[in-house]
T-cell receptor, first 112, second 113 residues
Framework: GENVEQHPSTLSVQEGDSAVIKCTYS??????FPWYKQELGKGPQLIID?????GEKKDQRIAVTLNKTAKHFSLHITETQPEDSAVYFCAARRGGSYIPTFGRGTSLIVHP | EAQVTQNPRYLITVTGKKLTVTCSQN?????MSWYRQDPGLGLRQIYY???????DKGDVPEGYKVSRKEKRNFPLILESPSPNQTSLYFC????????????FGPGTRLLVL
């Protein structure tokens, strides 16, 4: 089955810095890669996603890049703010499947 | 407002006592699913449903049941809970198609003694 590795497990940055979280996947048939933000005490929130026919997608301060050859994808957050502090999860899902595989999460701490 | 609701939010029970966690969505989504979240393991899908009366197993279905009699509701049933089902549970619904939108409920924290 699919295996998704996520790094780092913890990331600490100063407000205004950029943050990058990386995920690798094992199943070359995976074609959908969402990212979620989970604030303390809340459910995950889908923040951005990318499909395998696209190399990069951007939404304001967040962007996701995908390298199909290397089977890795990354979340980029620019100009970080304290409210970006949360746990971020990546996931991968193969075409035709209803079951995503999640990474183990990255705790992002943005210091004011 | 798009919303997924779950009840109860917190539950303490004892081994073997049947329980149901309710889930409801107001977005007319066909697809709904249940996840459990455990420290260090991320989210794992328990069951999913593609539409009314259509359900299938996720990665960790053992010890759980679901039903989908109405589009908006997708209850999770633990017929005989055991301590290893102590976890944080999330219900989710999503749209299908090229542009997916997905919403998670606020979570149900379950402790089985």
């Amino acid at each position: 089955g699919e295996n998704v590795e996520q790094h780092p497990s913890t990331l600490s940055v100063q407000e205004g810095d950029s943050a990058v979280i990386k995920c690798t996947y094992s199943d070359s048939a995976s074609n959908y890669f969402p990212w979620y933000k989970q604030e303390l005490g809340k459910g995950p929130q889908l923040i951005i996603d990318i499909r395998s026919n696209v190399g990069e997608k951007k939404d304001q301060r967040i962007a996701v890049t995908l390298n199909k050859t290397a089977k890795h994808f990354s979340l980029h957050i620019t100009e970080t703010q304290p409210e970006d502090s949360a746990v971020y999860f990546c996931a991968a899902r193969r075409g035709g499947s209803y079951i995503p595989t999640f990474g183990r999460g990255t705790s992002l701490i943005v210091h004011p | 407002e798009a919303q997924v609701t779950q009840n109860p939010r917190y539950l303490i029970t004892v081994t073997g006592k049947k329980l149901t966690v309710t889930c409801s969505q107001n977005m007319n989504h066909e697809y709904m699913s249940w996840y459990r979240q455990d420290p260090g393991l991320g989210l794992r899908q328990i069951y999913y449903s593609m539409n009314v009366e259509v359900t299938d197993k996720g990665d960790v279905p053992e010890g759980y049941k679901v039903s989908r009699k109405e589009k908006r509701n997708f209850p999770l049933i633990l017929e005989s809970p055991s301590p290893n089902q102590t976890s944080l549970y999330f219900c989710a619904s999503r749209s299908t198609g090229s542009q997916e939108t997905q919403y998670f409920g606020p979570g149900t924290r379950l402790l089985v003694l």
